[in-house]
């Protein structure tokens, strides 16, 4: 016989007691009779739509009492195609509820030739599945284990409403290896999102420079990082953060699904791309039409690209695309980039670049393959043209139009600068104490990269722990990769940066060539080159072209990091 109340109570770690009837005041009765006295109250009646609700000391945060209905109504499954009747997707209602185990148990049927009871009932219920798993069959024990496990990951989620030791503002990479920290060092961490956690990678179809990762997709990598971070007892809440409360040791998140008392606050709610809003953008965002060079740029080998932007990143990220694209046709609504005149010249002066000014994209459409036509606007005659390929292929649509900080929840909280970021010291730690930002919520001053949203997880969770022993994020040994062949990377300041902040510099270049690895591998084609100041020999930079530079770089890096100097890497011994 199975015992609902003890399966979830032991999937959550909480005593749970299962009432009479969804909508029959089924939380005002939990909290009068078994559940009175007791700090933390959750009330899953097992009826119709799946009501209660919780109560925290004495108030109720979901459901009311006389009738619940809200927990019925927590996106479960993100991907569920069919509309609940609420008109959302994905429902605790429409799994666990009685209609919801049937429609289940139906599409369990459709899907298995497996010989079942179930099917013996013209009129399939609920009812007829429990009794039918209490008999043995093995189809039905399937379809209850799968309704306790749905009610049991929902219920662990609601119970982080209770009083989390800090509470991680967004769900992309930053708050996610933030969350996975804390949580390993045994401190209840909740993790708050209201949309799909992940953030913007997950809109990438295919990540290849995440270090550590083979090909993989955003989606998949995020959802990786979620695992693990929950694997380490790390929870979730998808909701709304709507308010904060800062004043104090005792910190408040208003939520849409209630408050969340804390001791600290790390914001990582993150930056998107400006749309531009032509045609197309939205639906083929992730699938033609890119927002960063670096992570997509590869995708467009041996293709023609757009680049939409007038910019100081339109100017430098359309040289980086020539690395890839066959072409670069760089869109400027201006009579001329706005940018620095230097970075401008390196576009205009490339012979794979031709830039049009005073022109606008309206629109893309697709066809087998990817993109196929553009519409652009000429500014001064109002005329519009058909833009194709030169070999009628696919094409690549870069935008770089800034970016918006998703900082509407702290404005008037903590400091912003002039374009909205927030502002943090040394130690990641914003104009309040106790609240730290992370990722690209904190701006474009640092690369807009997951891994570098990662590391700065890592030293802002530091800082959080360890107040008397805090450390700065550096942002001087961050690696960058390019995956061309040959591979191309670098850390640090170039021979030009160096004398730019007043450094004497001295350059050493060593050719693959003379490597006995190089000549047995075949790959010949490569140098080193070291930036290192005059005088002391620190290392400044290493940039390296080549085969397998991307993993030559991180010793590089970590000589940096580590203040060594050429001679350091010199006298180390290499196999």
């Known amino acids: 016989v199975i015992n609902v109340a003890e399966e979830l109570g032991a999937q959550t770690g909480l005593k749970v007691k299962v009432g009479n009837d969804a909508n029959v005041a089924g939380l005002g009765e939990m909290w009068q009779g078994g559940g009175k006295g007791s700090k933390d109250v959750i009330m899953v009646t097992l009826g119709t739509g799946v009501g209660g609700g919780i109560i925290v000391d004495g108030h109720v945060v979901a459901g009311y009492n006389g009738a619940g209905g809200e927990i019925g109504h927590i996106t479960v499954n993100h991907d569920e195609i069919e509309a609940c009747n609420c008109g959302q997707y994905g429902c605790l209602e429409q799994y666990t509820s009685a209609t919801g185990i049937v429609r289940v148990a139906k599409r369990k049927l459709a899907k298995t030739n497996d010989e079942t009871s179930l099917r013996n009932f013209p009129e399939l219920t609920a009812k007829d599945v429990f009794d039918e798993a209490k008999s043995g069959d093995a189809v039905a024990l399937g379809l209850v284990d ?14 982080c409403v209770v009083d989390p030791e800090v509470v991680v503002i967004g769900g992309g990479p930053a708050g996610l290896t933030a969350g996975l920290y804390l949580a390993r060092a045994r401190y209840r961490v909740l ?31 995020t959802q990786t990082m979620r695992n693990q971070a929950k694997d380490f007892g790390a ?14 040791d005792i910190k408040t998140v208003h939520t849409s699904r209630g408050d969340l008392k804390t001791f600290g ?7 998107s791309p400006r749309k531009l809003g032509f045609a197309g953008e939205a639906e ?22 757009l680049v939409v932007g007038g910019g100081f990143a ?3 990220e359309s040289v980086f695309l020539t690395k890839y694209a066959s072409k670069v046709t760089v869109l400027v609504r201006e009579p001329d980039f706005t940018c620095d005149a230097a970075v401008a010249a390196e576009a205009k002066n490339n012979p794979k670049i031709d830039v049009r000014y005073n022109v606008e994209l309206k629109g893309v459409t697709a066809g087998k393959g990817g993109l196929r036509e553009a519409t652009i606007l000429d500014r001064g005659t109002g005329e519009t043209e058909s833009w194709k390929p030169s070999d009628d292929g696919t094409f690549g649509v870069f935008v770089f139009a800034g970016y918006v900080p998703a900082t509407e929840l702290v404005r008037g909280v903590v400091e912003l600068d002039d374009h909205g970021y927030v502002v943090t010291r040394g130690y990641l730690e914003t104009s309040v104490p106790g609240v730290y930002a992370i990722g690209d919520v904190i701006g ?12 700065e997880a890592h030293t802002a969770v530091h800082n959080i722990l360890h107040p008397e022993d805090r450390k700065a994020q550096r942002y001087d040994v961050l690696p960058s990769a390019i995956f061309t062949a040959p591979e191309i990377a670098d850390v640090g300041l170039s021979e030009a940066q160096a004398k730019q902040q007043g450094f004497a510099v001295k350059t050493s270049v060593f050719q693959f060539r003379e490597l006995g690895k190089a000549q047995a591998m075949g790959e010949l084609a490569g140098l080193f080159k070291l930036v290192v100041e005059e005088g002391s020999g620190k290392l400044l930079g290493a940039h390296i072209a080549g085969a397998h530079a991307s993993d030559l770089i991180a010793e590089a890096t970590l ?3 580590r203040g060594c100097t050429a001679r350091d890497l010199f006298e180390t011994i290499h196999a």
Not at 146 to 157: A, D, F, R, Y
Not at 444 to 455: D, E, G, N, S
């Open 559 to 561: 000589a940096i990091q």
């Open 314 to 316: 339109a100017a430098e």
């Open 191 to 221: 993790i708050l999102e209201k949309d799909d956690f992940g953030g913007q990678i997950t809109i990438t179809d295919e990540v290849v420079n995440y270090p550590g990762v083979g090909r993989t997709s955003g989606r998949a990598l």
């Open 444 to 455: 474009p001053r640092r690369i807009m990269l997951a891994h570098m949203a990662v590391a």
């Open 265 to 271: 606050i790390l914001i990582a709610t993150g930056a």
């Open 146 to 159: 799968e309704v306790c496990g749905i009610l049991g990951s929902t219920l662990s989620n609601i119970a």
């Open 235 to 248: 929870e979730f809440l998808s909701a709304e953060a709507t308010g904060l409360d800062v004043n104090g």
């Open 284 to 305: 083929y965002a992730g699938r033609g039409v890119a927002y960063c060079a670096t992570c997509d740029g590869e995708f467009f080998t041996g293709r023609e690209v």
